[in-house]
């Protein structure tokens, strides 16, 4: 539940507590109450693995150095392992994001060898916007669905164990230790789309509908739990057709679209690989199955939050099949 108080017995539901633990650690204030609370629960003997923090520095601020300085000390004061990485971005440009994302699950690919529970702060707050970003990308109802508590990466697993927690509560939690975070200015930004969310979007929504985030982040798992039950239903029916490693033209051009788009996406998933917005699913019908489809005709996407995956579908002859890139 939201509320204005956070403790650390939270973070329990949501990780396993004998697998060697990383913090991805900013300073921030989310971060920061992650470390801290964990730090808690391994006094408490709750956290039965290792707990190190994980800094990553763009080098994009010109507080870079002081900011990784303020993470060390504060880690190393709790006696936490403290581990740096230093990225370089190729571009200064809106799309540095999508880069600095890409550089930032190496790293947590490299870390996962030796902790594999790497957890990330992301809160409620967090949720709320990745949901309504992705709607106004265009993304189906699984976009709507937010982001997930766990996923792979590399030979262990991200968590995100504070979704269900409001920032404001990690605040507060912060300030009744009287424990000091960074707070970074480029929050500010709103050329940036989810800090134009975040400052000026949600704000004015909550001022005229209390709770909204909190009914955002409700409605987002009641989809879900619809997705499952009509993935159950859909399986019965269809999965013969997408339980597969590649499409049968012929099968799917005598369906309707919303059939085709569905079994498409099923079919991604089944093979574990991102699911392309509504957008990009119009272009893989028009492409393969509304048109003669030539050898050299492709469709390509990336996953938004994971942009180091992608996805190519080619056709030879009747058969629709994918190259990970």
Known sequence: MAHSNFSPEEILKNINSDLDTIVAFSGGSDSTALLVGLHKLKNENKLLSKLAALHINHG???????WEKHCKQKAE??????FCENITLKTQSKSYELEARKARFEVFKKYSKYYPQICLAHHLDDQVE?????????SG?????GMKF????????????????PKSALVNYLKSQNIDFIT??????ENIDRNFLRNSVLPLIESRWNAASRKIFDFSRLVKEELEILDTL???????????DSLDKRELISLNSSLRSKIIRHWLEFNQLPTPNLKVLKEVEKTFLDSPSSLKAEVSWRRSDAPEQGVILRINKNEIYFEVV
């Open 130 to 138: 990745t949901i309504l970003f992705r709607i106004f990308r265009g």
């Open 184 to 189: 970074d200015p480029s929050n500010s930004d």
């Open 150 to 165: 766990s996923r792979k990466v590399g030979e262990g697993r991200i968590v995100r164990p504070l979704l269900e927690v």
């Open 77 to 82: 004061s709790l006696g936490i392992t403290f």
């Open 141 to 145: 109802l699984r976009g709507v669905m």
């Open 234 to 244: 859909f399986e019965t029916s269809y999965g013969n057709l997408y339980r597969t």
């Open 60 to 66: 994009i601020n010109s507080q870079a150095n002081s």
